[in-house]
């Protein structure tokens, strides 16, 4: 009944169903930590990467949830994207850049309905103009 999402507590497995069927994470931390650092880094970003307390911080948790709490510290990202882990846009906030690696919108020019606005922004408004022009006239004058 599960398939018909007739069920009581939800569906069962949400978020593996957006998963890719091509993508897994991997299990095992690299043998040789000193060849998964790159070499074109500099000692500092070489330090990031190499944590005496985790080996080596590549950003991925390798099912450990010890080691994810490190990396979170450490503020390392994932070298692999949404689009790579999934099929479709999780939550909401990934929806609204989600579609711009679609290979159907690459001549984006072609197509013009998708095609964003142009925005002509003020550098500064009426209001500030007016206040810098006072403040530059009259010392006493504060806004």
Known sequence: MQFFGLTKYGYDRPIFDYAHPCY?????RPKNIFQSVNKNLTLLEKMRELDPYIRNADGFAYK???IMK???????????????MYIRP???SQVYGWWMTD???ENI???????????????TSEMS?????MQRNKSIWVL
């Open 103 to 105: 290979p159907l919108l």
């Open 70 to 84: 490190a990396m979170k510290r450490k503020k390392m990202l994932k070298p692999v994207g949404p689009h790579d």
């Open 24 to 28: 897994e994470e991997p299990s095992e």
């Open 90 to 92: 999780i939550t909401e």
């Open 129 to 133: 103009k007016y206040a810098e022009a």
């Open 109 to 123: 020019e072609k197509i013009g309905w998708i095609q964003p606005k142009k925005k002509y922004p003020y550098v």
């Open 64 to 66: 450990s949830i010890n």
